[in-house]
């Protein structure tokens, strides 16, 4: 008899069928690839990223589990009904399942909260017998040892760098608008020996696809001696590039940055948020300092990695001076790539809480919590301020004569600091970091093209419903400025 059939849908679209947007990304997210691998001998497996393309609902498999972030949940609903009505078994997981598993179970046959380790093998084995429970949930802060690889072998060819893993998991700061504050886990690091078995998991894959590798921890850098030893082993792999994701207050540490450059490290992700240290101060980012952004990029560029950097609008303490200035200060700084966001009070979290308190939310509707909308009253800037520096930096930065400046400087720059490598070596590794930025430049750019610019034509143009006290406190600051 043939086996049951497991696909697993990692969802993405958040505004229905009639909205649809098919992401330019690089590199695939982990949870189905990881999932896939942890997924026992009973089934057959298929991982299908919703990013890259549609669902079949008319699919043979017997199973169908969904991971989904909490901006997906409303799509997530929608989807799991009508698989269910084909007859198919739901299984939902991921952050959003793992943060309000009682708000989810109505919609799946079975909902597997926290870390999948744990408990997604018995998960699978209590399935193929018929006797699956309602909810899974797995223990906080467990152990990181004996994780299969990713499947990387069931990653769509759309994308480029298939080879994603993580080394570590949470981070030691206390950001408030971020989901690890939610239900805060310890600081983690996997065996070194199982991550590089990660990277070198590769053996289906085209050689140039086994040669780039990105590694998705929250903050690489959170111990920084099990750090150093990972990429003194990562080094020895001979990759052609490595991406790393890490916080800002690692580049101090400058030995890090070498080790970084030693393991090929090409692209490194890092939360910059803001240009205003007093808003990266209300959120409780104080690991990242303004007056140091420039030299940390170019102490980056220089050993040849290029930065894809967070940069979020709306934020407590941003002025309409502030975004007038953004674009100018942007060039100063001289990050490679963005990724620009207006912030978003997930639910769960401390700028949440803050913002509930404050009676400020005024859009519940959690397709809208991806970082495109504004659904909460700002605090020193009206909506439009909002919305007109959300375009203006988008067009601006990721307009084709400034990726053109920022390619001639990182070029430039690495060039000039690496006089002493192998001209050969040089310009072949000058070349890779040109596709690598040009990939990141044209995700981000058709994004704000095909999804931003769209959604803020819209938003302009619809009424935005706003708290009642909201509306109080801007007509009795109308009434006290004619008394004053």
């Known amino acids: 008899m043939s086996k049951p059939k497991l696909q697993i849908i990692v969802l993405f679209q958040n505004l229905g069928d009639q909205q649809t947007y098919y992401a330019r990304s690089p590199a695939p997210p982990l949870s189905g690839l990881l999932l896939a691998g942890l997924t026992p001998d009973l089934v057959e497996v298929d991982v299908h990223h919703e990013m890259v393309r549609p669902i079949d609902y008319d699919t043979d498999a017997d199973i169908i589990a969904l991971s989904f972030m909490d901006f997906c949940a409303p799509h997530a609903y929608e989807v799991a009904r009508r698989f269910r009505e084909r007859g198919k078994i739901v299984v939902a997981g991921g952050k959003y399942p793992s943060t309000f598993p009682h708000e989810v179970m109505p919609h799946a046959d079975c909902t597997v909260a926290g870390e999948a380790e744990r408990v997604w093998p018995q998960v699978v084995e209590d399935l193929v017998a018929g006797k699956h429970r309602r909810i899974y949930q797995a223990p906080l802060g467990a152990s990181l040892e004996n994780i299969p690889p990713p499947r990387y072998d069931l990653a769509e060819p759309q994308f480029a760098t298939p ?126 300092k303004v007056q140091e952004y420039e030299t940390a990029y170019r102490k980056l560029k220089e050993r040849g990695i290029l930065t894809f950097s967070g940069f979020m609008l709306a934020l407590e303490e941003d002025t309409p001076e502030y975004y007038r200035t953004v674009p100018q200060k942007l060039e100063a700084v ?135 006290s909201v509306q109080i406190a801007a007509r009795r600051r109308e009434v006290l400025a004619v008394v004053d």
Not at 251 to 275: K, N, Y
Not at 409 to 428: C, D, M, N, P, Q
């Open 163 to 288: 080879v994603v893993t993580e080394a570590t998991r949470g981070c030691p700061f206390t950001c408030t608008y971020c989901q690890l504050n939610i239900k805060r886990a310890p600081y983690r690091v996997r065996p070194i020996e199982d991550v590089i078995r990660d990277l070198t998991a590769t053996a289906k894959l085209p050689f140039h696809k086994r040669k780039l590798a990105m590694l998705y921890d929250n903050n690489l850098g959170g111990d920084m001696g099990y750090a150093k030893e990972l990429l003194r082993e990562i080094a020895k792999l001979n990759l052609w590039a490595l991406g790393a994701q890490f916080s800002f207050n690692c580049l101090d540490d400058d030995e890090f940055v070498e080790l970084l450059a030693e393991a090929r490290c090409g692209m490194a992700f890092i939360g910059m948020e803001s240009l205003s240290q007093s808003s990266l101060n209300s959120v409780s980012k104080r690991q990242n």
């Open 334 to 468: 001289d990050p490679s790539a963005l990724l620009i966001s207006i912030s978003i009070p997930i639910p769960g979290t401390p700028f949440h809480r803050q913002m509930e308190t404050e009676r400020r939310i005024f859009d519940h509707d959690l397709s809208h919590y991806e970082g495109d909308h504004l659904v909460f009253q700002p605090k020193r800037v009206a909506p439009d301020d909002v919305f007109a520096a959300f375009e203006n930096i988008n067009r601006t930065f990721y307009s084709w004569r400034a990726i053109g400046r920022r390619w001639r400087r990182f070029v430039s720059t690495y060039l000039r600091a690496r006089g002493e490598e192998a001209i050969g070596k040089r310009l072949f590794r000058a070349a890779l970091l040109s596709y690598i930025l040009l990939k990141l430049s044209i995700f981000q750019r058709h994004h704000a093209r095909k999804k931003v610019f769209p959604h803020l034509t819209r938003a302009r143009a619809a009424p935005r419903p706003v708290e009642r």
